[in-house]
């Protein structure tokens, strides 16, 4: 094939200096047939295939390839067949001899002719589109995934990006509440893929079935919800480039931070600073843009949506409640009665009836066990035997000055030195765990070692007034007997220090 430059020396040397087809065929070394198809066009045209190629080999078995690339578009993406999979199968299963490059060039081919082409669409004011991206972070030391829930507005391309240790119903539900205290506002229509979050079933006609959860913040926030088709990720292309977006921009390095609130505030000051930005193909910058967003928002009720998962659930003889896996302890009074517990994303709170008896951290590990040591000390006191081995009181870290306690009350009393220990430890059911620790080391300080001596140091603690033991009215506590002092005392001392 001849070079452009070929063209132009033909073209000139026949259009503007007269040259004749023949003559210029001699001068320039080409055939007439090719310097006339140079006076036809400007510049080589390339070869055009006339009929498709043949491929001898192939064609008995490009049918079976159409099955399968059609059969792959009804299943997720990540399990479809690549080239080298169905090479394996055309030779396994149906005794195809030829080579890989012929099946490679025809499933190109094929998957060029039936690619989806898309609308460009535009997006009005006021509407959103929300999904969950994934990254790695080191948290406290620990480096591990996040989930992190990206709401986008595409009129404006403004964003909301929050982390969370999972993709849960409670994080789904905590994503939207602080998206839309962060906007002033909740979005007219926000569009969803089919997460489980949301979707609890697709019915026959195409209608989605809600879960309760979502069904409840949309009652309360008043937003429509829209739903793309399964596994059409581009129905939402929106926030899913939003997702890649955050990803490369907000978590590359990957972050180093204390704990999930630290992250947060660095991801809301990104999406802050990505106001100032002007986009390809827009004048105005995304800030100035999200104005006419904001303007378009439904205003926020008086009152955010308690953005938690509820189970039902009951108390085992261990004092138990198991909530996604985990076990969560109970006060030992409420065994073996209904509960209803309260998965937060950072806390789980159990309540029976509208009593509130139980709150613990968070647990995203499996199979973990959450003890409170308090709720088993009414159980200890009784069951004093089994106050070494409680699991729950393992990794109970108190200060040296329990067991100096602990040491001395078992010494004077033997084995009712136990409950009387535990009789101290119960008071941190009604006191401040500092405040039990003072009166404990103010009754070693004194000698005055006992539950009744600690329990009236700690009242005299907090009422601020002196402590008056009596000693007669606690037998147990060591007597020890102080005579009035007397001046001959002081001569006697005077005396001894001349003899020495």
Known sequence: MFHVEMYFQVRRACLVDGMSVREASRVFGV?????????????????????????????????????????????????????????????EEYGFDGQHTIVKDYVREHRGRVGEMFVPLTHGPGHAQCDFGEAMAVIAGVECKVHYFVLDLPHSDGCFVKAYPGETTEAFLDGHVSAFAFLGGSPQSILYDNTKLAVAKILGDGRRKRTRAFTELQSHYLFEDRFGRPSKGNDKGNVEGMVGYARRNYLVPIPRVDDFAALNVHLEQKCLERMDAVLRGHTETIGQRMERDLEALLPLPAVAYEACDQQASRVSSLSLVRYRTNDYSVPVAYGHRDVLVKGYVDEVVISCGAEVIARHPRSYEQEDFVFDPIHYLPLLERKTGALDQAAPLQGWDLPTEYATLRQRL????????????????????????????????????LGAVGFDAVKHLLLCQIEGRPPRLDLELYPHLPQVSVRTTHAGDYLALLSGRRAA
């Open 31 to 91: 055939h007439r047939d090719t310097v006339r198809k140079m006076l036809a066009n400007a510049a080589p045209q390339g070869y055009t295939r006339k009929r498709p190629p043949r491929r001898p080999k192939l064609e008995p078995y490009t049918g079976v390839i159409d099955a399968i690339l059609e059969a792959d578009r009804l299943v997720p993406r990540k399990q479809r067949h690549t080239v080298k999979r169905i090479f394996e199968r055309l030779r």
């Open 410 to 445: 078992e010494a004077r009393l033997g084995r009712q030195g136990k409950r009387e220990y535990v009789r101290v430890l119960r008071l941190m059911e009604d006191f401040s765990h500092p405040e039990v620790h003072q009166a404990v080391k103010e009754a070693l300080r």
